[in-house]
């Protein structure tokens, strides 16, 4: 008896095994996006994208690092999304800056205090002001998520382009103008 394993042992670390393999498949699943992919915007607008991310039962904490073309988009602000803000427990989140010279990428550093969260949802919520005409990719650089007992994931990432357009010119008529012409 000292030295032998009996049945429920080994159907248990069966059972710890398949559990085990499952959890970690499914952490290879996960996605995460900026929302639109595609956007067109004027020169001078604001624009506000949601980077989010697919079912994650278990989401502790991330870091969220994005690259854009500072030529075309300037970040105006890298806030927290609802997967944070929105689940009723403490949590922080750093923004940290940019030392480059232009500053050409965004990071987020965030976790919840006391328990978790679980996706779907959004992570973040990326503003942007467009400076130049033409297109701006944002691409992931670096995304890594961590659940409770610390274990880090990470997820597959795509990026967006952001096309920015000039104003077109508009000519003020009156009625009386325009009546003439389609007459």
């Given at each position: 008896m000292g030295g032998s394993i009996d049945m429920r042992s080994i159907v248990t670390i069966a059972l710890g095994v398949l559990l085990a393999g499952g959890a970690a498949s499914a952490a290879r699943g996960v996605t995460v996006s900026i929302v639109p992919a595609d956007t067109t915007v004027t020169?001078?607008?604001?624009?506000?994208?949601?980077?989010?991310?697919?079912d994650f039962p278990d989401l502790k904490g991330f870091e969220l690092v994005h690259a854009f073309d500072p030529v075309r988009l300037a970040s105006l602000a890298v806030q927290p999304g609802d997967l944070l803000t929105g689940?009723?427990?403490a949590y922080v989140a750093y923004s940290l800056p940019d030392v480059s010279v232009p500053a050409d990428s965004t990071w987020l550093d965030a976790a919840v205090l006391d328990g978790s969260t679980a996706g779907p949802g959004v992570l973040e919520y990326l503003v942007f002001k467009a400076?130049?005409?033409g297109s701006a990719s944002i691409e992931c650089?670096?995304?890594l998520f961590r659940d409770s007992s610390n274990a880090s994931t990470v997820p597959a990432c795509t990026g967006a382009m952001v096309r920015i357009t000039t104003a077109t010119p508009v000519r003020r008529a009156?009625?009386?103008s325009l009546k003439s012409v389609y007459r």
């Open positions: 020169v001078g607008d604001t624009l506000s994208l949601r980077v989010v991310c697919t689940i009723g427990r400076l130049g005409v650089l670096d995304v009156s009625w009386g």
